[in-house]
Structures are given as C-alpha cells and as structure tokens.
C-alpha cells in the first residue's frame, strides 16, 4: 500500500511539474504499444483498423489522465460520468457495426477486402468504444480540473459563426483548390464517387463523417489542441508551440506505416505527411484559440481534413499553396509570434 501511494504520489508531482511530457509520455506509450503490436497482423487489415483505432485514443487519454493526476484527485466514476460513457461507447460502437454493414462499395471500397469478423476485432472494436466513452465523458467529470478542459466535447454551447466555419472551411478549400488546379492544368484526383447523385453520395458521407469524428481523427484533438497546445503556451509563442505539436504529432504516427495502415512509403509518407502538419498545426492552434477553445469544432476540422478526399476532387499541389496562405495569414492576423498564454477555459 506505502509502495502504490507513493508511485501515485510520484505520477502527481511528475504531472503538476511536467505536464507535456507526462502528456507526450502517456500519448506515445498508449497509442505506440497498440500500433507497434498490430505489425505481425500486417496481412490482417480489418484486425489491424480495429487495433489503430484503440491507438488513436493516445492523445485525449493522455491528456485526461495527466489533468487527472495534477488535480490530486482520484479517477471519476460517478453516475452521470458513467452513464455518458456507456451511452457514447454504444453510439461509437453502433456507427463501427453500421460502416462495417455498408462495407465496401464501387468506387468507395475504403474497408478492407476480407470483411471476415473475428473475435479479436469485436473485441478491439470494443475496447476502443469504451475508450472513446472514457474521454467524451470527461466532459462532465465531477474533478473540475478535467471537466474544464474538456466539457466543450460536448455540443452544448456552439457559437454560429465557428459552426459554420468549421463545417464549411475543408469544403471550400477543397473546391477552390480544384480550381486553381484545372486552371493551370495540374493533376487533380476525383474520388470513385464523384459524379453520382448526391443523395445516393450522402449517406456515405455523413456515416464516414461520423465515424471519423469520434473514432478516426477527431478524437485526437482533446490531446494535440485540448492540452498540449494550451500547457505549452505557457512557455512559448503559440507559432512555437504549434511546431512542436506538428513535430510530435508526426512522429507519433511512425507506426501506422510500419503495421501497413498507411501503406509502405515511409520515408515519402512521414515528409509529406509532416509538412502538411506543421500547416494544420498552425490552422488549428488557430482556430482552437479563435473559437474559445472549443473541442467540438476544432474535431470537426479534423474529421473534415481526413474524410472530404474521399469525396470532392483533390489536387495536392493547389492544396498545399491554399494552406501556405492560409497558414501565414492565421499567424499574421494574430501575431503568432508573440507569447501569448491561452487563459481561456472551456465553458462548463
């Protein structure tokens, strides 16, 4: 008992101290030990999305646990936390079942080609709703250090015009690009269900969507923009500490290369993928600090930025001048370079 309450004690004081790199300790432990695992099942790909998905919880585990730990307080099981945890695990566990129903279609066969169910994918398809659960929960834990960072998980509370914004941005950015794209003649992709009718094509978006936003993407942000952005501002600019998340950020997704979800080109994968994330970083530091710090919407973004590939024309070229622009004019307009700690909250 004396052993366990002073490794507890140590954590604490390692947390209140240290809380970036308890958080970066934490988000690499948990999503790493998961990817890292899933590299012998490299021919086993829908075993393999189950895995990466518990993974993907790194981040916003991490952080909750880390404000947990620095509060002094124990972990939150009361009634109304668990509730909204069981709720949320089902829902995130029904959209998986749903897409997993649709499965693959023409010219949107984005799953695996063997759908085969085995235990072992039920029960990481389980672990990672129950996950999910723990960190959207947060939002109306009864610690007030974690339900203040975290209660904006929740859609209680959105400001029209960030709604907008942020449902609307990826979608236009998109679009222009293709434009710009066709006007110069560089290459543009169209996904397999360009051109069919959009009522037969919005099903499969909004189910994509979902899933993505709770599952595969925008579950990280309650991490990268929810705790590690505003803890580091504390010490540097927020351009500087948008870098280093970007930084983190990439490196973090090393395994998904090494167990094939992200395919074989590494070293091409990791350059490319980094230089766009030092931009999103950016954006997103950004946008989370322009919108009060809301988690919602800043997932929103990052569910757009990883599902409208798959439905709207995309040149890589013309997207990568638009979010140069975009990222200089967003550390232009605010003076990203200035140290400016983040003092908002969350509202509760």
Known sequence: MKSERALTQALRSFAGRRPVVAFLLGTFAWSWLFWLAAIPLRGQSLLVTSIVMIGGFGPALAAVAVLGLRSGRGPDLGARRLFVLAGVAVLIFAVMALRYVVGNVAGYETLASDLTLTVPIVMAAVVASL??????????????????????????????????????????????????????????????????????????????????????????????????????????????????VALAWSLWHLPLYLNGFYGDELVGGMIGGGVFRILLSIFLAWFYSRSGGDLFLTSILHASFNVMPNFLPTSDLGLLVLWLVVAVAAVVSDKMWRRVPCTFEATS
Do not use: H, K
């Not at 710009?180 to 099903?203: F, I, K, T």
């Open 131 to 244: 996950a999910g659960g723990w960190v959207i929960s947060s939002a109306v834990s009864r610690n007030p250090a974690v339900r203040t960072r975290m209660a904006s998980l929740l859609p209680t509370r959105l400001n029209l015009r960030w709604t907008v914004f942020a449902c609307a941005f990826y979608p236009v950015m998109i679009l222009v690009s293709w434009g710009l794209a066709s006007l110069v003649g560089a290459d543009v992709e169209y996904p397999g269900l360009w051109g069919r009718p959009l009522l037969e094509v919005l099903p499969y978006y909004a189910l994509t969507f979902v899933l993505v936003l709770l599952a595969q993407g925008g579950n990280e942000e309650p991490g990268w923009r929810g705790f590690m952005q505003p803890e580091a501002q504390r010490r540097f600019s927020p351009l500087v500490t948008a870098l280093l």
